[in-house]
């Protein structure tokens, strides 16, 4: 029993380490290596509140697995992906966001702005968004 645990300790902590990129932040938040105020965690997403929230919801949804950005993405990501949304959607909900709206927004790149990268969608709410964006 206790072997049986310790091999699927060790098989998940492989797994982890396989996916993560030792150097990126949010692949730390994502296996708990560095604390960050998670809202949300499962298989294959983590959803934590930015550091520097710009509204009183901001919270970042990111795929367990380093993704550096959107331009690397592949098909076997599409699982992932998806879920990214339905998280989002939850967050939302757990925010009571939902029937007021939000800005969802993943940067890419230098010009889309991106600072951390590992892929990532802010959910942004609980007040009206400003426009125009670009
Ligand atoms: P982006 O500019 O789209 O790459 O977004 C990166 C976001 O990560 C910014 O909004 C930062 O405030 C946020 N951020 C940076 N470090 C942390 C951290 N340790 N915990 C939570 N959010 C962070
Ligand atoms: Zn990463």
């Known amino acids: 029993m206790l072997r049986a645990f310790a091999i699927h300790l060790y098989s998940r902590i492989s797994y982890l380490r396989y996916k993560m990129n030792s150097n990126c932040l949010f692949c730390k938040i994502a ?27 901001h919270v970042l949804v990111i795929p367990n697995k380093h993704i550096q950005s959107i331009n690397h993405v592949e098909a ?17 909900e757990m925010e009571a966001i ?12 230098t010009h889309g702005g991106q600072t951390i990268f590992h892929m990532h969608m802010h959910v942004i709410g609980g007040q009206p968004m400003k426009h125009p964006m670009g």
Do not use: W
């Open 98 to 109: 939902t029937e007021n709206g939000y800005r969802t927004v993943i940067n890419t790149g």
């Open 31 to 57: 296996s708990g290596q560095i604390a960050a105020k998670i809202v949300y965690q499962d298989e294959l997403v983590t959803a934590f509140r930015d550091i520097r929230p710009v509204a009183p919801t």
């Open 76 to 92: 076997d990501d599409e699982q992932i992906l998806g879920h990214l949304f339905t998280v989002a959607r939850r967050v939302a």
